[in-house]
Structure formats: C-alpha cells, structure tokens
C-alpha cells in the first residue's frame, strides 16, 4: 500500500445508497487524514446515518466504494470491524449492569482475555472517570456518565477509527464537555481517527478539524470550521455556515433515561 494510501483514514468514492427510487447517499466523495476529529453534519435525511452505516459494515452501499483502515468495506468487512469501533445513537450501556460488567462484557466481545483484559477493563474506567462507581448500576448514572462509559467500551480494543452517532445528544452542557475532553484524549494520546455526526453546532467548531455539510444526500461543502466561516462571511457562526449550505433551521441535559429517551425520538424521527 502507498504512503499516501496509509496515511488516509476513511476513503468514500462516488458512494451512493439508494432505496428503491429514493436516493438517501449520493455519489459521496470524502477523504479523512489519520489522526483527525472529522464532523458530519446536516438536518434529519441528509444522509449522515446512512454514511455511517455503510462505513461500520451495517449496511451496503448500492454503488461507489468505501475503505476504512485501508480495507475495503464491502470486501473485507471482517477486517474493517476489527480496527473500528462504534457509539450509535441509542444506548450500547446495559442499565442492569455495573459498568465493570459492561466494559468486560465489551472486552469478551473484542477477544480480550486474561491479564489484558483485565488491564484494559481497569484502563478504561480510569479513562471514562468512573472507578469510584464502577460496581453500581449504570442505570443509576448520569447521561455523561453513560456516554463516557460507551467510548471506553468501543475503544477497549484500541481501533484505529472511532464512529460515534451523535455522541453528545441529551447531554448536558458540563457533561458535553467532559465527553469532548475524552476524545481529544483519544486522539492525542492514541492517535485515533474519529468520525462524528453532530446537530450542535459548537460541538463541531470546538472538536472537529474538518467537517462535511451533507444536504439531501450530497455532499455541500467540506472544510475546516474557520475556513468554512470565512467562505460565509467575516462575523459568521458555523450555526450560519449551517443554514446556508443545508438550507435547515437548527435545536439538546441528563440521566441514563433522558438519554434514553432522547435516542428514542431521534430513531423513530429519522
């Protein structure tokens, strides 16, 4: 493989979903340097979800090509899933579990046994901040909490690409922040590339080095947030690059059951 082919993270050419004559993802062209926080961006049906879909393995693309870690997604799927890991939307934590029994029952799942298993459980609960909770019940904890329990958990086998779906829905201001510390850690400290989805705004300015506006499906604009709020005007927000790249108008507190919930609505409204 080529240096330059190594050095890129995630590769999509031309990819395109459709859905009978419904086009969700449509010849999307998108190029992601290792070691990046990348943002996905656009309103409910743009085609964000879909993306991330086809780049974790979940769902096939109808034409045009993917590779994620240098492996093709459509042909080497198994290779894929084990250099990523993934935060969807809706709760990956067992509310009926400790969170030491979530992050084991993750590491049993990514072939971590013995003494490494146990390295990494202990690891990640430093990592998430919470080896002082780590025998109670998740269902008890706050939707920081959970959120941080979820990147330790998709991050227990060290992968080289992280995907989180919304990572911060439901959260509170202060929680929000702590999840934003966890993956610059993540990418600081491991080098990891991270793909996010986002609806809030200055989530993407603060994090992401580059960011992608799809709207129906297409690609809208790809740059850094600063370029990109330059491109619209000298006191521009990324809120405004927003509006005029995707033409939608923008809208997030709490525990394990708000963000439950909260993952719930976003489901069922697409």
Same mark, same amino acid.
């Given at each position: +493989?080529?240096?330059?082919?190594?050095?890129?993270?995630?590769?999509?050419?031309?990819?395109?979903?459709?859905?009978?004559?419904?086009?969700?993802?449509?010849? %999307? #062209?998108?190029?992601?340097?290792? #070691?990046?926080?990348?943002?996905?961006?656009?309103?409910? $049906?743009?085609? &964000?979800?879909?993306?991330?879909?086809?780049?974790?393995?979940?769902?096939? *693309?109808?034409?045009?090509?993917?590779?994620?870690?240098?492996?093709?997604?459509?042909?080497?799927?198994?290779?894929?899933?084990?250099?990523? $890991?993934?935060?969807?939307?809706?709760?990956?934590?067992?509310?009926?579990?400790?969170?030491?029994?979530?992050?084991?029952?993750?590491?049993? %799942?990514? #072939?971590? @046994?013995?003494?490494?298993?146990?390295?990494?459980?202990?690891?990640?609960?430093?990592?998430?901040?919470?080896?002082?909770?780590?025998? &109670?019940?998740?269902?008890?904890?706050? $939707?920081? +909490?959970?959120?941080?329990?979820?990147?330790?958990?998709?991050?227990? @086998?060290?992968?080289?690409?992280?995907?989180?779906?919304?990572?911060? %829905?439901?959260?509170?201001?202060?929680?929000?922040? !702590?999840?934003?510390?966890?993956?610059?850690?993540?990418?600081? !400290?491991?080098?990891?590339?991270?793909?996010?989805?986002?609806?809030?705004?200055?989530?993407?300015?603060?994090?992401?080095?580059?960011?992608?506006?799809? @709207?129906?499906?297409?690609?809208?604009?790809?740059?850094?947030?600063?370029?990109?709020?330059?491109?619209?005007?000298?006191?521009? !927000? %990324?809120?405004?690059?927003?509006?005029?790249?995707?033409? *939608?108008?923008?809208?997030?507190?709490?525990?394990?059951?708000?963000?439950?919930?909260?993952?719930?609505?976003?489901?069922?409204? #697409?």
């Amino acid at each position: +493989m080529p240096s330059s082919a190594r050095s890129i993270a995630i590769s999509t050419v031309e990819l395109t979903k459709r859905y009978g004559e419904f086009t969700a993802l449509d010849r %999307l #062209g998108l190029s992601v340097p290792r #070691g990046r926080i990348f943002g996905l961006l656009g309103p409910n $049906g743009a085609g &964000k979800s879909t993306t991330i879909k086809i780049l974790t393995t979940l769902l096939d *693309a109808s034409s045009g090509s993917a590779t994620v870690a240098g492996f093709d997604v459509a042909a080497d799927p198994v290779e894929v899933r084990r250099r990523i $890991g993934y935060v969807p939307q809706l709760l990956s934590a067992d509310g009926a579990l400790t969170a030491t029994e979530n992050l084991v029952l993750s590491a049993r %799942l990514h #072939g971590l @046994h013995g003494r490494t298993r146990v390295a990494r459980v202990s690891e990640a609960l430093v990592f998430a901040g919470l080896e002082a909770v780590a025998n &109670k019940l998740v269902r008890t904890f706050s $939707g920081g +909490m959970v959120r941080r329990l979820e990147v330790a958990q998709a991050t227990l @086998h060290r992968p080289e690409v992280l995907f989180l779906d919304e990572p911060t %829905l439901g959260l509170d201001p202060v929680a929000r922040k !702590t999840v934003w510390e966890r993956l610059r850690q993540l990418r600081e !400290t491991e080098g990891m590339t991270i793909l996010i989805t986002t609806h809030d705004m200055d989530e993407a300015d603060v994090l992401c080095d580059e960011l992608a506006i799809l @709207h129906q499906g297409r690609l809208a604009v790809l740059g850094a947030p600063d370029a990109l709020k330059a491109q619209v005007g000298p006191d521009a !927000t %990324l809120a405004d690059v927003f509006v005029r790249f995707s033409g *939608a108008v923008l809208d997030h507190g709490g525990s394990y059951r708000d963000v439950r919930e909260s993952r719930d609505t976003v489901r069922r409204l #697409g």
